[in-house]
């Protein structure tokens, strides 16, 4: 069993940063692949940055690459989201995900967050 809680999310302006942060809890957390996912208002749910357990693997939207960085601390049993170069098409609630395996597929995800929103001004 593993429990997701996002934070770091709010308003910044077009071209600004904003880190989030993905706190997980139980003890598998070391060995599962976490994901990051977006949805905006009337939108569905979008892939955004995956990571295998070991950080040794990464994948990216297209959307994101070279802008967002995924990465994760074990011993903190956390990953987490660095957004920089914000644009407004960034606008959604983002939210963490854990599996079995690095992969842009939702539906491959037993575990999900509530979500954080982040807001992204022109």
């Known amino acids: 069993q593993v429990q997701l809680v996002e934070s770091g999310g709010g308003l910044v302006q077009a071209g600004g940063s904003l880190r989030l942060s993905c706190a997980a809890s139980g003890r598998t957390f070391a060995s599962r692949a976490m994901g990051w996912f977006r949805q905006a208002p009337g939108k569905e749910r979008e892939f955004v940055a995956a990571m295998n357990w070991s950080g040794s693997d990464t994948i990216y939207a297209d959307s994101v690459k070279g802008r967002f960085t995924i990465s994760r601390d074990n011993a903190k049993n956390a990953v987490y989201l660095q957004m920089n170069s914000l644009k407004p098409e960034d606008t959604a609630v983002y939210y963490c995900?854990?599996?079995?395996?690095?992969?842009?597929?939702?539906?491959?995800?037993?575990?999900w967050g509530q979500g954080t929103q982040v807001t992204v001004s022109s």
């Open positions: 995900a854990a599996g079995l395996r690095a992969t842009s597929r939702p539906s491959l995800y037993g575990y």
